[in-house]
Protein backbone atom coordinates (compact mmCIF):
# COMPACT_ATOMS: atom_id res chain seq x y z
CA UNK A 1 0.00 0.00 0.00
CA UNK A 2 1.90 3.19 -1.18
CA UNK A 3 0.59 6.20 1.18
CA UNK A 4 -0.14 9.51 -1.20
CA UNK A 5 1.77 12.66 0.22
CA UNK A 6 -0.12 15.98 1.55
CA UNK A 7 -0.62 18.37 -1.49
CA UNK A 8 1.11 20.91 0.87
CA UNK A 9 4.55 18.88 0.89
CA UNK A 10 7.00 20.49 -1.28
CA UNK A 11 10.63 19.26 -1.23
CA UNK A 12 12.76 22.16 -1.48
CA UNK A 13 14.28 21.92 -4.72
CA UNK A 14 11.14 21.84 -5.98
CA UNK A 15 10.63 25.32 -4.91
CA UNK A 16 11.70 28.72 -6.08
CA UNK A 17 12.35 32.11 -4.20
CA UNK A 18 10.16 34.51 -2.47
CA UNK A 19 9.52 37.55 -4.72
CA UNK A 20 7.79 40.41 -3.05
CA UNK A 21 6.69 41.24 -6.89
CA UNK A 22 4.79 37.85 -6.89
CA UNK A 23 3.74 36.62 -3.28
CA UNK A 24 1.91 37.85 -1.11
CA UNK A 25 2.62 36.47 3.00
CA UNK A 26 -0.19 34.80 4.57
CA UNK A 27 -0.07 34.51 8.57
CA UNK A 28 0.38 31.07 10.04
CA UNK A 29 0.89 32.18 14.19
CA UNK A 30 0.72 35.28 16.50
CA UNK A 31 2.62 34.53 19.78
CA UNK A 32 2.91 36.69 22.96
CA UNK A 33 6.06 36.73 23.66
CA UNK A 34 6.19 39.71 26.48
CA UNK A 35 3.94 42.67 27.03
CA UNK A 36 3.27 44.31 24.11
CA UNK A 37 5.83 42.33 21.80
CA UNK A 38 4.67 39.74 19.72
CA UNK A 39 5.87 36.94 17.14
CA UNK A 40 4.23 36.77 13.68
CA UNK A 41 5.15 33.78 11.42
CA UNK A 42 4.08 34.08 7.25
CA UNK A 43 4.87 31.42 4.60
CA UNK A 44 4.39 32.35 1.13
CA UNK A 45 0.69 32.12 -0.16
CA UNK A 46 2.32 30.31 -3.30
CA UNK A 47 5.12 27.38 -2.84
CA UNK A 48 8.35 28.87 -2.16
CA UNK A 49 11.27 29.33 -0.11
CA UNK A 50 12.62 32.11 1.23
CA UNK A 51 15.88 34.25 0.45
CA UNK A 52 17.67 36.50 2.54
CA UNK A 53 20.51 37.39 5.09
CA UNK A 54 20.33 36.80 8.56
CA UNK A 55 19.76 40.56 9.83
CA UNK A 56 17.60 41.88 6.93
CA UNK A 57 14.20 43.07 7.53
CA UNK A 58 10.43 43.51 4.98
CA UNK A 59 8.26 46.21 5.32
CA UNK A 60 4.86 45.19 5.65
CA UNK A 61 1.94 47.19 3.88
CA UNK A 62 -0.86 47.15 6.47
CA UNK A 63 -5.22 47.54 5.96
CA UNK A 64 -4.74 49.95 8.46
CA UNK A 65 -7.38 52.19 7.10
CA UNK A 66 -8.56 53.14 3.64
CA UNK A 67 -4.88 53.88 2.83
CA UNK A 68 -3.09 51.49 3.69
CA UNK A 69 0.31 52.06 5.96
CA UNK A 70 3.63 50.67 5.21
CA UNK A 71 6.09 49.31 8.90
CA UNK A 72 9.25 47.71 8.32
CA UNK A 73 10.56 45.22 10.57
CA UNK A 74 13.16 43.20 10.88
CA UNK A 75 13.06 39.24 10.68
CA UNK A 76 13.87 37.63 13.95
CA UNK A 77 14.07 34.05 11.82
CA UNK A 78 16.89 32.56 10.11
CA UNK A 79 17.53 31.87 6.46
CA UNK A 80 18.50 28.48 7.60
CA UNK A 81 15.07 27.65 7.80
CA UNK A 82 13.94 29.17 4.75
CA UNK A 83 9.63 27.93 4.44
CA UNK A 84 8.51 31.15 6.73
CA UNK A 85 9.86 34.08 8.26
CA UNK A 86 8.63 35.79 11.26
CA UNK A 87 9.15 39.19 13.06
CA UNK A 88 8.66 39.65 16.44
CA UNK A 89 7.17 43.19 17.27
CA UNK A 90 6.80 45.83 20.20
CA UNK A 91 3.57 47.96 20.11
CA UNK A 92 5.07 51.12 21.57
CA UNK A 93 2.42 53.88 23.01
CA UNK A 94 0.85 55.77 20.11
CA UNK A 95 1.50 52.52 17.64
CA UNK A 96 -0.65 52.66 14.67
CA UNK A 97 0.76 50.15 12.62
CA UNK A 98 1.62 47.40 15.30
CA UNK A 99 -1.34 48.13 17.50
CA UNK A 100 -3.31 47.10 14.20
CA UNK A 101 -1.26 43.73 13.94
CA UNK A 102 -2.16 43.09 17.78
CA UNK A 103 -5.67 43.47 17.67
CA UNK A 104 -6.16 42.27 13.96
CA UNK A 105 -3.59 40.02 12.18
CA UNK A 106 -4.40 36.69 12.55
CA UNK A 107 -3.68 33.16 11.05
CA UNK A 108 -4.87 33.25 7.55
CA UNK A 109 -4.79 36.38 6.50
CA UNK A 110 -2.61 37.93 3.94
CA UNK A 111 -0.25 40.93 3.76
CA UNK A 112 1.58 42.70 1.31
CA UNK A 113 5.15 42.83 2.09
CA UNK A 114 8.69 44.20 0.29
CA UNK A 115 11.97 42.81 0.40
CA UNK A 116 14.29 41.54 2.51
CA UNK A 117 16.77 44.10 2.10
CA UNK A 118 19.35 45.46 4.44
CA UNK A 119 23.00 45.77 5.48
CA UNK A 120 22.89 44.90 9.04
CA UNK A 121 24.13 41.75 9.17
CA UNK A 122 27.71 39.89 9.55
CA UNK A 123 27.53 38.65 6.38
CA UNK A 124 28.22 42.05 4.80
CA UNK A 125 30.56 43.02 7.72
CA UNK A 126 32.42 39.66 8.29
CA UNK A 127 34.39 39.81 11.76
CA UNK A 128 36.68 36.92 13.45
CA UNK A 129 34.03 37.47 16.34
CA UNK A 130 31.45 39.42 17.42
CA UNK A 131 29.79 41.44 20.11
CA UNK A 132 25.74 41.86 19.78
CA UNK A 133 24.77 44.53 21.82
CA UNK A 134 21.02 44.92 22.09
CA UNK A 135 17.99 46.82 23.57
CA UNK A 136 14.22 45.70 24.22
CA UNK A 137 12.75 44.54 20.61
CA UNK A 138 16.33 45.77 19.35
CA UNK A 139 17.50 41.77 19.93
CA UNK A 140 15.53 40.66 16.70
CA UNK A 141 18.41 40.96 14.00
CA UNK A 142 20.76 39.62 16.82
CA UNK A 143 18.43 36.28 17.16
CA UNK A 144 17.94 36.07 13.41
CA UNK A 145 21.98 35.92 13.47
CA UNK A 146 22.61 33.98 16.49
CA UNK A 147 20.05 31.62 14.69
CA UNK A 148 21.57 31.26 11.60
CA UNK A 149 24.82 30.04 13.21
CA UNK A 150 23.57 27.85 15.73
CA UNK A 151 22.35 26.18 12.67
CA UNK A 152 25.14 26.34 10.52
CA UNK A 153 28.34 27.76 11.89
CA UNK A 154 28.20 26.59 15.91
CA UNK A 155 31.66 27.35 16.61
CA UNK A 156 31.06 31.06 16.03
CA UNK A 157 32.57 33.60 18.80
CA UNK A 158 30.01 35.71 19.87
CA UNK A 159 29.38 37.68 22.88
CA UNK A 160 25.53 38.34 23.17
CA UNK A 161 24.21 41.46 24.96
CA UNK A 162 20.77 42.22 25.78
CA UNK A 163 19.48 44.82 27.58
CA UNK A 164 15.88 45.57 28.81
CA UNK A 165 14.15 47.29 31.71
CA UNK A 166 12.96 44.75 33.68
CA UNK A 167 13.82 40.58 33.51
CA UNK A 168 10.33 39.90 31.69
CA UNK A 169 11.72 42.28 28.83
CA UNK A 170 14.18 40.37 28.39
CA UNK A 171 12.82 38.36 24.94
CA UNK A 172 13.93 35.13 24.22
CA UNK A 173 16.11 34.76 26.90
CA UNK A 174 15.37 30.95 27.59
CA UNK A 175 16.16 30.20 23.98
CA UNK A 176 19.38 32.02 24.20
CA UNK A 177 20.18 29.87 27.11
CA UNK A 178 19.40 26.79 25.19
CA UNK A 179 21.78 27.92 22.23
CA UNK A 180 24.56 29.10 24.45
CA UNK A 181 24.56 24.92 25.35
CA UNK A 182 24.82 24.40 21.73
CA UNK A 183 27.66 27.45 20.45
CA UNK A 184 30.20 26.21 23.20
CA UNK A 185 31.58 30.31 22.34
CA UNK A 186 28.69 32.26 23.00
CA UNK A 187 28.67 34.03 25.75
CA UNK A 188 25.78 35.58 27.10
CA UNK A 189 25.42 38.85 29.36
CA UNK A 190 21.84 39.95 30.50
CA UNK A 191 21.24 43.45 31.89
CA UNK A 192 18.42 44.98 33.31
CA UNK A 193 17.71 48.61 34.69
CA UNK A 194 15.59 47.20 37.60
CA UNK A 195 13.60 44.23 38.84
CA UNK A 196 11.25 43.15 41.56
CA UNK A 197 11.76 40.19 44.15
CA UNK A 198 9.13 38.09 42.32
CA UNK A 199 11.79 38.02 39.30
CA UNK A 200 14.36 36.23 41.33
CA UNK A 201 16.89 38.47 39.58
CA UNK A 202 20.74 37.88 40.66
CA UNK A 203 22.66 39.33 37.31
CA UNK A 204 23.56 42.78 36.45
CA UNK A 205 21.22 45.62 37.04
CA UNK A 206 21.74 49.70 35.77
CA UNK A 207 22.32 50.31 32.15
CA UNK A 208 25.23 49.23 30.14
CA UNK A 209 28.35 51.73 30.82
CA UNK A 210 31.73 52.21 30.26
CA UNK A 211 31.99 50.33 33.81
CA UNK A 212 29.84 47.38 32.55
CA UNK A 213 30.69 46.53 29.11
CA UNK A 214 34.05 44.91 29.82
CA UNK A 215 32.64 43.05 32.86
CA UNK A 216 30.44 41.48 30.06
CA UNK A 217 32.74 41.47 26.97
CA UNK A 218 36.58 41.64 28.04
CA UNK A 219 37.75 41.92 24.86
CA UNK A 220 35.68 43.84 23.23
CA UNK A 221 37.98 46.30 21.56
CA UNK A 222 38.72 43.07 19.43
CA UNK A 223 35.22 42.40 18.25
CA UNK A 224 33.04 43.15 15.51
CA UNK A 225 30.22 45.49 17.33
CA UNK A 226 26.49 44.98 16.14
CA UNK A 227 23.93 47.09 18.28
CA UNK A 228 20.46 47.86 18.02
CA UNK A 229 17.95 49.29 20.17
CA UNK A 230 16.17 52.77 20.55
CA UNK A 231 18.18 55.66 19.10
CA UNK A 232 19.49 57.31 22.40
CA UNK A 233 20.76 53.24 23.71
CA UNK A 234 22.23 53.13 20.15
CA UNK A 235 24.00 56.73 20.53
CA UNK A 236 25.21 55.96 24.20
CA UNK A 237 26.70 52.73 22.89
CA UNK A 238 28.38 54.29 19.95
CA UNK A 239 29.70 57.48 22.15
CA UNK A 240 30.79 54.91 24.73
CA UNK A 241 32.75 53.05 22.04
CA UNK A 242 34.30 56.07 20.51
CA UNK A 243 35.05 57.39 24.31
CA UNK A 244 37.10 53.86 24.59
CA UNK A 245 39.04 54.44 21.59
CA UNK A 246 37.15 51.89 20.08
CA UNK A 247 38.06 51.61 15.90
CA UNK A 248 34.28 52.69 14.67
CA UNK A 249 35.05 50.77 11.07
CA UNK A 250 33.91 47.93 13.21
CA UNK A 251 30.88 48.99 14.92
CA UNK A 252 27.28 48.45 13.10
CA UNK A 253 23.90 49.72 13.94
CA UNK A 254 20.80 48.92 12.81
CA UNK A 255 18.15 52.09 12.18
CA UNK A 256 14.85 53.21 10.15
CA UNK A 257 15.27 56.72 10.98
CA UNK A 258 13.44 58.12 7.70
CA UNK A 259 15.37 61.26 6.24
CA UNK A 260 13.97 64.58 6.38
CA UNK A 261 12.01 65.58 3.52
CA UNK A 262 14.17 69.02 1.96
CA UNK A 263 12.97 72.20 3.33
CA UNK A 264 11.15 74.37 0.83
CA UNK A 265 14.15 76.78 0.98
CA UNK A 266 16.50 74.47 0.34
CA UNK A 267 14.73 73.27 -3.11
CA UNK A 268 14.44 76.82 -4.01
CA UNK A 269 17.84 76.87 -3.48
CA UNK A 270 19.00 73.72 -5.49
CA UNK A 271 16.32 74.96 -8.21
CA UNK A 272 18.17 78.55 -8.36
CA UNK A 273 16.50 81.45 -9.80
CA UNK A 274 15.29 79.87 -13.33
CA UNK A 275 13.06 77.65 -11.27
CA UNK A 276 11.13 81.19 -11.07
CA UNK A 277 10.63 80.70 -14.79
CA UNK A 278 10.40 76.80 -15.06
CA UNK A 279 12.74 76.30 -16.96
CA UNK A 280 15.07 73.22 -16.88
CA UNK A 281 12.21 71.59 -14.86
CA UNK A 282 11.84 67.96 -15.93
CA UNK A 283 8.27 66.42 -16.64
CA UNK A 284 7.72 63.53 -14.93
CA UNK A 285 4.95 61.09 -16.36
CA UNK A 286 3.19 58.92 -14.07
CA UNK A 287 2.00 56.39 -16.78
CA UNK A 288 -0.93 54.30 -14.42
CA UNK A 289 -2.33 57.13 -13.18
CA UNK A 290 -2.24 58.54 -16.22
CA UNK A 291 -1.10 62.22 -14.78
CA UNK A 292 2.17 64.56 -16.04
CA UNK A 293 3.80 67.06 -13.76
CA UNK A 294 6.47 69.60 -13.53
CA UNK A 295 9.20 68.36 -11.21
CA UNK A 296 10.46 71.41 -8.87
CA UNK A 297 14.40 71.12 -9.29
CA UNK A 298 15.94 69.28 -6.55
CA UNK A 299 12.29 67.46 -5.78
CA UNK A 300 12.49 63.85 -5.70
CA UNK A 301 10.36 61.39 -7.64
CA UNK A 302 8.20 60.71 -4.56
CA UNK A 303 7.72 64.07 -3.68
CA UNK A 304 6.66 65.03 -7.58
CA UNK A 305 3.84 62.12 -6.93
CA UNK A 306 2.47 63.18 -3.60
CA UNK A 307 2.41 66.68 -4.86
CA UNK A 308 0.11 65.46 -7.80
CA UNK A 309 -2.25 63.06 -5.70
CA UNK A 310 -0.48 59.97 -7.55
CA UNK A 311 -0.12 56.87 -4.64
CA UNK A 312 3.77 55.74 -3.74
CA UNK A 313 3.75 53.14 -1.31
CA UNK A 314 6.57 54.72 1.09
CA UNK A 315 7.92 53.63 4.80
CA UNK A 316 11.35 54.78 5.61
CA UNK A 317 11.81 57.35 3.02
CA UNK A 318 15.51 57.60 3.13
CA UNK A 319 16.49 54.48 0.67
CA UNK A 320 16.56 51.74 2.81
CA UNK A 321 13.42 49.76 3.25
CA UNK A 322 13.29 49.69 -0.86
CA UNK A 323 8.82 49.90 -0.20
CA UNK A 324 8.84 52.74 -2.74
CA UNK A 325 10.67 50.60 -5.59
CA UNK A 326 8.89 51.82 -9.04
CA UNK A 327 9.56 50.68 -12.76
CA UNK A 328 11.58 53.96 -14.57
CA UNK A 329 10.27 53.13 -18.47
CA UNK A 330 12.07 56.00 -20.06
CA UNK A 331 14.38 59.00 -18.78
CA UNK A 332 17.23 59.68 -16.75
CA UNK A 333 16.89 60.10 -12.78
CA UNK A 334 20.42 60.91 -9.97
CA UNK A 335 19.65 57.96 -7.71
CA UNK A 336 20.80 58.31 -3.91
CA UNK A 337 19.74 54.79 -1.99
CA UNK A 338 21.26 53.73 1.09
CA UNK A 339 20.64 49.94 0.45
CA UNK A 340 17.07 49.86 -0.59
CA UNK A 341 17.22 48.10 -3.88
CA UNK A 342 19.73 45.24 -5.57
CA UNK A 343 21.40 46.21 -8.42
CA UNK A 344 19.63 43.59 -10.68
CA UNK A 345 16.59 45.49 -9.59
CA UNK A 346 18.65 48.44 -11.07
CA UNK A 347 19.26 46.61 -14.52
CA UNK A 348 15.96 45.74 -15.01
CA UNK A 349 14.85 49.66 -14.74
CA UNK A 350 13.38 50.12 -11.14
CA UNK A 351 14.35 53.38 -8.97
CA UNK A 352 13.35 54.18 -5.25
CA UNK A 353 11.17 57.46 -6.00
CA UNK A 354 12.11 58.43 -2.49
CA UNK A 355 15.54 59.09 -3.61
CA UNK A 356 15.41 59.39 -7.21
CA UNK A 357 15.60 63.04 -8.60
CA UNK A 358 14.75 63.55 -12.77
CA UNK A 359 17.69 64.99 -14.67
CA UNK A 360 15.70 64.40 -18.05
CA UNK A 361 12.05 64.23 -18.54
CA UNK A 362 11.34 60.94 -16.84
CA UNK A 363 8.13 58.30 -17.57
CA UNK A 364 7.18 56.51 -14.09
CA UNK A 365 4.98 53.48 -13.63
CA UNK A 366 3.14 54.88 -11.06
Given at each position: MTM?MP??F?????L????D???M??????????A?????T??S??????????G???T?E????????M?TY?LS??????LSV?????A????I?????FD??K????LK?F?P????S?????G?K???I???????PM???T?WM??C?????V?F????R?????????E??????????????F??E??E??H????L???????K??M??P?????????C?P?PF????RA????????????H???F????A??AE???I?????A?A??GA?R???????????A?PG?TIL?TA??????IG??C?G?I???C?????A??V?????????DD???E??????C??P????????
Open positions: ERSHHFDEDPWRRQHLECTSAVAEADVMTFFRDKPAWFRYLPQFVLLPVSAEPVRTSSPSRPAVTVKQPGSGTRWMNLPGMMAGLGDFFVRHPEYLFSAGSGVTMSMRADAPETDTISCARPDDLLFRTLEVLARQMPRLNLGLVGHARGWHGRGRIDAALPLADFMDRTVFCGEMGNVMLESAGFDMAGYQESQPAAPAELARAGPADGAAVTFTMSGKEATVQQRANGVRAAEGCGTRVMKIGDEMNHNGGILEIEGYILACSRTSDVQIEA
